[in-house]
């Protein structure tokens, strides 16, 4: 009995070296984790790197300088070329722009799907404009033609067309003389047309004479008018 004891104080004295080889391997384990773990954080704040602070304060002084330079002043009229800074006078006007530019931009715009690129039209409907008697002859004429239309039979250089023609000077569309005119200077000198131009100023005349008109024209209605 006494022996017994004396065995189960002695192992209770002298732990077993497999149990010990445990205690390490766990105790080198949560090791490797805090090492691993990041710190805590902690309130406070990092100073801005000299080098990026450096950079900032050029960026901000070049800023200034160019707003310095390139600012006009800040002035609305700074960039309008026809005002002279500093002295408030006003420069010449622009030149006024080519009738026949303009013109084409806008016969591009509304005209050329009927008429076409080529101003060849698209018979039997829309008749064309390229050496039409209807284009070279009277402006009288054609001018009636884009501010009210032009609705029936049309006879062009022997061929009839029977279609309808948009009008172009009611309010609802409302094309100012300087339109008209150049719409009309461009189709009388384009694709080999020789034509004199059409002035804003015969179109404000031909719009007066007839600003009673509600309705399109007839073939009938403007021959009278001449060649």
């Not at 010449?92 to 722009?97: A, G, L």
């Not at 719409?183 to 179109?203: C, F, K, M, S």
């Given at each position: 009995m006494s022996d017994s004891r004396s065995e189960n104080a002695a192992s209770r004295r002298a732990p077993d070296n497999s149990d010990r080889a445990v205690a390490d391997s766990q105790l080198q384990t949560v090791h490797a984790q805090l090492m691993r773990e990041k710190p805590e954080p902690q309130e406070g704040f990092s100073p801005i790197p000299i080098f990026l602070l450096f950079v900032f304060s050029g960026l901000i002084f070049f800023g200034g300088v160019y707003m310095a330079e390139f600012s006009g002043g800040f002035n609305a009229l700074?960039?309008?070329?026809?005002?002279?800074?500093?002295?408030?006078?006003?420069?010449?006007?622009?030149?006024?722009?080519?009738?026949?530019?303009?013109?084409?931009?806008l016969f591009t715009q509304n005209c050329v799907a009927c008429h076409q690129v080529t101003g060849l039209g698209l018979p039997p409907v829309f008749p064309p404009l390229a050496g039409s008697e209807w284009v070279l002859g009277s402006e009288q004429r054609t001018i009636r033609i884009l501010l009210n239309g032009l609705s029936g039979e049309l006879v062009v250089e022997g061929n009839?067309?029977?279609?309808?023609?948009?009008?172009?000077?009611?309010?609802?569309?409302?094309?100012?003389?300087?339109?008209?005119?150049?719409?009309?200077?461009?189709?009388?000198?384009?694709?080999?047309?020789?034509?004199?131009?059409?002035?804003?100023?015969?179109?404000?005349?031909?719009?007066?004479?007839?600003?009673?008109?509600?309705?399109?024209?007839?073939?009938?209605?403007?021959?009278?008018l001449g060649q």
């Open positions: 700074a960039f309008n070329e026809t005002v002279h800074m500093g002295r408030g006078e006003s420069a010449e006007p622009p030149p006024p722009p080519d009738p026949v530019a303009m013109g084409k931009r009839t067309y029977n279609g309808v023609m948009p009008a172009f000077g009611p309010s609802s569309v409302n094309w100012s003389d300087d339109q008209i005119a150049s719409v009309l200077t461009y189709i009388r000198q384009e694709w080999g047309n020789d034509a004199p131009p059409v002035l804003p100023a015969t179109v404000a005349e031909v719009r007066a004479a007839t600003a009673g008109r509600t309705t399109s024209w007839t073939q009938a209605e403007l021959e009278p």
